[in-house]
């Protein structure tokens, strides 16, 4: 049974810094693409980043672009979202999901993806 956990997020400062983890069980993330998206109550979930699986090549919204950074730990089978000068703008929930078979036109769309974890709230203010 595949199993994505979330771990990290919390409340922060704008200006300040958090760091989001996902685990998985069930699969191994190098043979996965893995992308977080984020949504906030009354929205739609929003693309944020993804590492292909295929060359571990990444892809940002712009509004993360400069801020935010995806990695692989292949040792740990799990993927960071590291986040640096956030701000208010960027509380949500966040999630993280994989798909095997997703192509690179897809990766932005949340269809694209089949396992999705539980989602990690994410607060920033002052």
């Known amino acids: 049974q595949v199993q994505l956990v979330e771990s990290g997020g919390g409340l922060v400062q704008p200006g300040g810094s958090l760091r989001l983890s996902c685990t998985a069980s069930?699969?191994?993330?190098?043979?996965?693409?893995v992308a977080w998206f984020r949504q906030v109550p009354g929205k739609e979930r929003e693309f944020v980043a993804v590492?292909?699986?295929?060359?571990?090549?990444?892809m940002y919204a712009d509004s993360v672009k400069g801020r935010f950074t995806i990695s692989r730990d292949n040792r740990e089978n799990a993927v960071h979202l590291q986040m640096n000068s956030l701000e208010p703008e960027d509380t949500a929930v966040y999630y993280c999901?994989?798909?095997?078979?997703?192509?690179?036109?897809?990766?932005?769309?949340?269809?694209?993806?089949?396992?999705w974890g539980q989602g990690r709230q994410v607060t920033v203010s002052s």
């Open positions: 590492t292909s699986k295929r060359t571990g090549s990444t």
């Open positions: 999901a994989a798909s095997a078979g997703v192509i690179v036109s897809q990766f932005r769309s949340q269809s694209g993806y089949a396992y």
């Open positions: 069930g699969l191994t993330f190098t043979r996965y693409t």
